[in-house]
Structures are given as C-alpha cells and as structure tokens.
Nanobody, 123 residues
Framework: VQLQASGGGLVQAGGSLRLSCAAS????????LGWFRQAPGKEREFVAC????????YYADSVKGRFTISRDNAKNTVYLQMNSLKPEDTAVYYC?????????????????WGQGTQVTVSS
C-alpha cells in the first residue's frame, strides 16, 4: 500500500490542524493505521493508531485528549485531528500502516510509511 500524507502547516499555539493520509490500493481495510512524528534531533515516536474497523484507537500520553485519529475506509483515508497544539508538537508527521491484526505502535513494527508532512507550532 502507498501512503500520501497532507495537511501540515504553520499554526499558533492553541490552534488546530487536521492531517490526512490517503492510501492507494484496494486492500486499505486490511491494515491498521497510525501516525508517528519526528522532531529535529529526536527519534521518530508513536502518536496514535487505529484498528481496521475504526473501533479501537490508541494514543501516546503526550497527545491524549488533544488529538483524535479516525479513518474512512470508503475514501481510503486516515485522519489526525490535532487540537490545542503546543510548540512541542512541532515535528514531521508520518502516517504508517501495518497488516492487521497487529498494530503500528512502534517504528520497528510498521510495514509501510508515508512521506512526512511538516507541522510547526509557534509560541
């Protein structure tokens, strides 16, 4: 599966952004999907993931209550709604896929990566 992320940009602290990741192929629903991020000088880290059905979601503690992951299998797209953004959320955000039932919850477990989209939060 090929993943194409979009929606990044520059936003002030406290603002919101919604990232999208469109997938190619007809097997979208066979993958659990996730988002990771990588700040300058830091390792790539898990942000959130969602099961193929959309029923179960998981979040890093740092974004819990502020970010929401969702998916639309009819549109082959996964979303990350980011609210109450903080300067420490500044990073390149990557979407990720892993063949179900396993979850893309760690960088070593991802089967496919999308290209990154830059999110910059100014203070």
């Amino acid at each position: 599966v090929q993943l194409q992320a979009s929606g990044g940009g520059l936003v002030q602290a406290g603002g919101s952004l919604r990232l999208s990741c469109a997938a190619s192929g007809r097997t979208f629903s066979t993958y659990n999907l996730g988002w990771f991020r990588q700040a300058p000088g830091k390792e790539r880290e898990f942000v959130a993931c969602i099961t193929w059905s959309g029923v179960n979601t998981y979040y890093a503690d740092s974004v819990k209550g502020r970010f929401t992951i969702s998916r639309d299998n009819a549109k082959n797209t996964v979303y990350l709604q980011m609210n109450s953004l903080k300067p420490e959320d500044t990073a390149v955000y990557y979407c990720a896929a892993r063949l179900r039932p396993a979850l893309p919850s760690a960088t070593m477990t991802v089967d496919y990566w999308g290209q990154g989209t830059q999110v910059t939060v100014s203070s």
